[in-house]
């Protein structure tokens, strides 16, 4: 049995059994964490193959295998005689959730979730707006429902709260019916979880956000574009107060 084990220099996981993906997967998931974390800086070098093996219990064959997944989310280069290093920042793929998902301290990553919440500015509001010209019937159902899961759940169930909220945010794009948002659900998802994450535990003004919801669906429901676009921009608005309220 192969097995990762506690280390100071890596951090703890628990025992996997060899076969199959389960080693593979933890041995990526430790060393993403510990590059998202900081652990290891952008321009550092990784510990030796043999070193890697040792601090986790693995072989060889696992950790080059990991190494490979990081290397092709951007966030290692590997060269001969070189060693593995950290590549810079800007070359991680940090809108991949499977990358989002090693981050062992989202919230506290101040860079990374104003980003996201810039990006989400870019995108939503146009969403919203195209949302209002095309949406179909079963479309505002879909935003409706997610709607009144928040509102049912506000403010004694948080994390329904969230999952309402992010079917709210994803069915705004899919009612948006354009081919490349509606493709890019999966990585928006992910930035979406990310910053809901931080903000939506520091809405003390619940029914404000939930007002600004409403306001989005009742914009598209009434074909608004301009509405729309405006309405989905407060809501943003509010979620940019909550990270500046959290500094």
């Known amino acids: 049995m192969e097995t990762i084990v506690p280390s100071d220099a890596i951090g703890w996981m628990p025992s996997v059994d060899r076969g199959g993906a389960s080693v593979h997967n933890a041995v990526v998931s430790v ?13 550092d070098a990784l510990p030796r193959e043999d070193e890697l093996c040792a601090m986790l219990g693995v072989s060889r064959t696992s950790v080059r295998e990991a190494v490979k997944v990081l290397s092709a989310k951007g966030l290692v280069e590997a060269r001969r005689r070189a060693g ?9 793929r940090l809108l991949d959730p499977v990358v989002l998902g090693w ?6 990553d101040q860079e990374l979730v104003s980003g996201l919440l810039e990006a989400r500015r870019i995108f939503e509001p146009a969403a919203a707006e195209l949302a209002a ?13 997610a709607v009144v899961g928040m ?10 709260v969230c999952q309402a909220d992010l079917a709210f945010h994803k069915g705004v794009i899919a009612a948006s019916h354009n081919v490349v948002l509606k493709g890019l659900v999966g990585m928006l998802e992910a930035a979406l979880r990310a910053t809901f994450l931080v903000t939506n535990p520091l809405m003390e003004a619940q029914s404000r956000a939930l007002s600004a919801h409403v306001a989005v669906l009742e914009a598209i429901r009434i074909r608004d574009t301009a509405g729309a676009r405006a309405a989905m921009n407060r809501l943003l ?11």
């Open 31 to 43: 060393l993403g964490s510990r590059i998202l974390g900081g652990n290891y800086a952008p321009g």
């Open 84 to 92: 593995v290093r950290v590549l810079p920042r800007d070359n991680w």
């Open 103 to 108: 981050h062992p301290a989202i919230q506290d």
């Open 133 to 145: 010209r095309r949406a179909t019937a079963a479309d505002l159902a879909e935003i409706e429902r």
């Open 151 to 160: 509102r049912d759940n506000i403010p004694n169930d948080l994390n329904s």
């Open 237 to 247: 608005d509010i979620a940019a107060d909550d990270l500046h309220a959290k500094d």
